[in-house]
């Protein structure tokens, strides 16, 4: 069973920027990691993801403003959000994928606004 816990949400102004933190219980090296985000009673959608070996990819309307990356060392993972808009306003959930098999795990989420 992974344990993840999120941290680094809050409020900020449009154009500001946050990093996210998803520590995870045990090693990561053989996981996927990415970060979703959630607005209510819309899907939740896929933001950003890490393979285990370090490939990115972004869902268009991060790309150019987010960075995923991974610490193995440190069992974390981050995302860097710059430019910041009110459309990225959301709950933000870190998940993990065990390559090769089919579980997901969850954070328990961390808020973001982006609002003046």
């Known amino acids: 069973q992974v344990h993840l816990v999120e941290s680094g949400g809050g409020m900020v102004q449009p154009g500001g920027s946050l990093r996210l933190s998803c520590a995870a219980s045990?090693?990561?090296?053989?996981?996927?990691m990415g970060w979703y985000r959630q607005e209510p009673g819309k899907q939740r959608e896929l933001v950003a993801r890490?393979?285990?070996?370090?490939?990115?990819n972004y869902v268009d309307s991060a790309k150019g403003r987010f960075t995923i990356s991974r610490d193995n060392a440190k069992n974390t993972v981050y995302l860097q959000m710059n430019s910041l808009k009110p459309e990225d306003t959301a709950v933000y959930y870190c998940?993990?994928?065990?390559?090769?098999?089919?579980?997901?795990?969850w954070g328990q989420g961390t808020q973001v606004t982006v609002s003046s």
């Open positions: 890490i393979t285990s070996i370090g490939i990115t």
């Open positions: 045990g090693s990561i090296i053989f996981y996927n």
């Open positions: 998940n993990a994928e065990r390559s090769g098999y089919s579980q997901s795990y």
